[in-house]
């Protein structure tokens, strides 16, 4: 699964309101924030003391994107460049074409009937509940995996899609799924370069943009020729100038794309944490994506 600005261009001008307005050209600035109470923050790699519900003492220890504030953050920077918006929670009911030859492209990251992240979605979750409505469509989501046919789908299915997300166990569905497949892959990567934080999100984003294969656009090529110009921080680099040059690999693979050419979230996003020095990734946040201001305070 990969996405483009164009799926950002989509989304805005059709305007789809799940109980949150998205962000539109030129609107102010959407001022998100981590859920509070959930736990207490704490820097990336310590632990916190917490007290459960008979006033015993609970260890948790936190590292990076594992912190569940750190991991709302994350979702809500991707849910800034890819549905111009921070609730990335109101696209579990999102569907469609964007005409970038991997058919439908839905649900809160993205997943494609053209490249086999959807079917496998659908599948775990008919694992889970045999009778759901997109069940009867998985032999269509077979058959139209490696292309960007509609054959067997269609209207039937897009509206089969939106009464699905209402349920929880479809929305739980796609979270494991994105977890899976991107999230848990790429932290575990960037733990074992030696990355803190930010650089945990920096694969993150790019795992899900550009897919965790190992060819040269994909996230596990552009890990390659970041290696080739700078060692991680286990290799005894300078964890900047190892993100400086992840970032640089990222944008030469998006630019062999006419639909990944605009590097914003690269350019006015990542960029600006790095040139900040901020690689706990540590709010307030400020930056934009093609040319939308957000923050998270």
Known sequence: MRHNPSRHLSRRTTAFVFGTALLTAGSAALVGTAHAGVLPRVPAGSSAQTVDGTGAAVKAAVSGLDDP??????????????????DWKAQYTYIEDIRDGRGYTAGIIGFCSGTGDMLELVQAYTNKKP??????????????NGTDSHSGLGDAFVKAWHTAAKDPVFQKAQDAERDRVYFDPAVEQ???????????????????????????????????????????????????????????????AMKTEGAHSDTSRVDTEQRVFLR????????PLHWKVYGDPYSIN
């Open 190 to 252: 960037a733990k074992k370069d030696g990355l803190r934080t930010l650089g945990q999100f920096i694969y993150y984003d790019a795992t899900v943009m550009h897919g965790p294969g190992d060819d040269k656009n994909s996230f596990g090529g552009i890990r390659k020729t970041a290696l080739s110009k700078a060692k991680t921080p286990t290799q005894g680099g300078d964890e900047t100038a190892y993100l400086n040059a992840f970032l640089d690999a990222r944008k030469a």
């Open 69 to 86: 504030h750190e991991k709302e953050i994350a979702m809500e920077l991707v849910s800034s460049a890819e549905n111009s918006s921070l």
């Open 131 to 144: 009778d759901n409505v997109l069940a009867p469509f998985l032999p269509a989501l077979k058959r139209v």
């Open 276 to 283: 900040d020095d901020n690689l706990d990734l540590e709010p």
